[in-house]
DNA sequence: CTGAAAGCGCTTACAG
DNA sequence: CTGAAAGCGCTTACAG
């Protein structure tokens, strides 16, 4: 059953072991009588390539590689963690990773970076990407040499990418509101929403999923137009420090975007009551905030089940192999009592290879 | 640096190649100084042996069971198909699966179980357990076979096991709470709690927990003593349907334990608004409830992660190399919106080898 | 178009 | 206590 080897195969198909091979690896130079022979074969003994076996006489080590943007973007920063301490526990299967700085939300340094992976040979990528027609070619030119690509967080042109992995956005504001709504059902109010920029693709939709949850379930609510932040904490404390000093505070502030630090710094100065309060991304200090009481949930896109799918899948695409079951990707909500142990385990390292 | 092999060690440490795997596999019979010599060598190189090679040579496969306790219980047969999709996934890496069934609750069947274990030689195998002395020696003998064990959603006895992979329930009870809480911190009134069993810990764990948090944050509602319902949809569906018809009803239900179905039942009959209502254990069942609004929230313990990391966690056991990151365990929250897409796909086999 | 053979890094008898 | 050698299931030159 889960016996047969390539040699079985040859000895019933009639052939020579290298023969097999060629027509099982698709090497070409088999007559098309021997080709038919071996599938035969093959499909009478249930044959299964070992890959153990041929990585081990390859000498075979998987080549991956993460494009991740720069800066101090605390989410991404446990990204790289995660990345990091996955790449250190697959060293010993022969898996070496990259991780490859990419200035954020550029889509010239996003092609130019895809551009240069082209001079490596890896066996897959994994990029947090951007939806830009311009980045198809770079793509086109890695597909064509072989390498899996996947998106990551955020997505690459459909055409161009083997998978995404990553949550559905729309879903995240939805979620976002339905809990929002929960709160606050019987009190309804003004709802302040902000967002980094109506051009970031992911922050467009969390908000109309947002406002689409609140407008059909919850019209004792309003949802107020964003403010726009750049997810730029400053900003964002600002804004938020105006509206708490409102004459008519509203009952509830949804940051669809990054930059929470500077929301939650406002919040705490706060001596009156505060608004019900909804952020994206379990991280530091947005955990911190959940356990002070100054928000009161966080909606995460769990990086660390994500990185942990990109390995998965990267290796069951680069072995062209069936894809494993993976658990299912969705927005978690935190609140203060049900959060990880530690969200983020800091180490020395910047880059493994 | 990846590149050391046993042969480079017994080179560098002046000795053949038997002696060196006699020394790195701990087979003994070697003289200490040839043990001094190799630890060098290794120490030196930085050898780490490929278990790859390792598997291949000794034509290895990995033997793994799950002792899972019958019945048609939604939540298991989900963990069932988890454990049946991966299993089908890993038999080309040469892992087999067994999937032994155990009387339910039952001490004494999960006894003589893991003693039948001893018969046949598993190298890893994953055990709902029970907390009970009883099971000290089953488990003991496994141990003394070399065995691998770990505790998967139900723990057993800590020093019987090499982990455990669950929730915390007193986490899920403090997180249903926190959720209740939230939704009628305006309105205040009874909650109606619902168990299937004291003497089952989870339960009583998960109720703890929850009355805890609403008695400290949420003092304006009232939790009600539990009603017993042995989990059995029946006793579940009459209780509801009395509370539902009280004079003054409750303002919230809380099912610590299973049999969703009948307090589903009773729900949709309920012409008039409905009690705020969470329970646990994203099933087929509980899921349509939600997208119906006949519920508000499901905690779940995400089997499905639960498996993965179980299947990960063995493999790393048996091969005795340091555990892989894996991704927290915590009690998912679900709401209508942010349903996985496919909570479970049925499959023909029920068992796997 | 086909085949024989060495080698990947290990384990396991077998012989001293 | 120590070592030489075959074999695990593959891939890769190399020779016809």
Redesign the pocket.
């Known amino acids: 059953m889960s016996?047969a080897?390539?040699?079985d195969v040859a000895h019933a198909a009639g052939?020579?072991?290298?023969?097999a091979?060629?027509v099982?690896?698709k090497?070409?130079?088999?007559?098309?009588?021997?080709i038919d022979k071996v599938h035969d074969a093959v499909a009478r003994l249930g044959?299964?390539?070992?890959i153990a076996?041929?990585n081990?006489?390859?000498?075979h080590v998987y080549r991956l590689a993460f494009l991740i943007p720069t800066g101090s973007n605390a989410f991404f920063l446990r990204v790289r963690e995660q990345i990091l301490q996955t790449a250190r526990h697959v060293r010993v299967d022969s898996v070496t990773v990259d991780i490859v700085d990419v200035p954020a939300f550029s889509v010239d340094a996003l092609h130019s970076c895809i551009g240069q992976l082209t001079g490596y040979d890896f066996d897959g990528v994994a990029i947090v990407g951007l939806q830009s027609g311009a980045l198809e070619q770079p793509l086109a030119d890695l597909r064509a040499r072989g390498v899996k690509v996947i998106g990551l967080v955020s997505d690459l042109p459909k055409e161009f990418r083997s998978a995404y992995i990553g949550i559905d956005n729309s879903v995240a504001g939805r979620t976002a509101a339905r809990m929002t709504g929960l709160g606050n059902r019987d009190r309804g109010g003004e709802i302040q929403t902000f967002v980094g920029s109506l051009d970031a693709r992911d922050h467009a939709e969390r908000l109309q999923g947002f406002r689409d949850v609140i407008a059909a379930d919850y019209p004792q609510m309003t949802v107020l137009d964003p403010i726009l932040t750049k997810d730029d904490p400053t900003v964002l404390r600002d804004a938020a420090r105006h509206a708490l000093r409102a004459e008519r505070p509203v009952s509830a502030f949804y940051n669809v975007g990054a930059g929470n630090v500077g929301l939650i710094e406002a919040i705490r100065e706060t001596t009156s009551s505060r608004p019900f309060c909804v952020v994206h991304e379990l991280v530091a200090h947005s955990k911190q905030a959940l356990i002070d009481n100054h928000i009161d949930l966080v909606i995460d896109q769990r990086p660390d089940v994500e990185v942990n799918r990109a390995f998965a899948l990267l290796r069951a695409l680069i072995d062209e192999r069936e894809l494993p079951p993976m658990p299912d990707l969705v927005p978690t909500i935190y609140v203060r009592d049900n959060l990880p142990a530690e969200t983020f385990k800091p180490a020395m390292e910047t880059q493994t290879t």
Chains 1, 2 share one sequence.
């Open positions: 016996g080897t390539l040699s052939v020579s072991y290298a023969t091979d060629r099982v690896n090497r070409g130079n088999v007559a098309q009588k021997s044959y299964v390539r070992n076996a041929a081990l006489s390859r000498k």
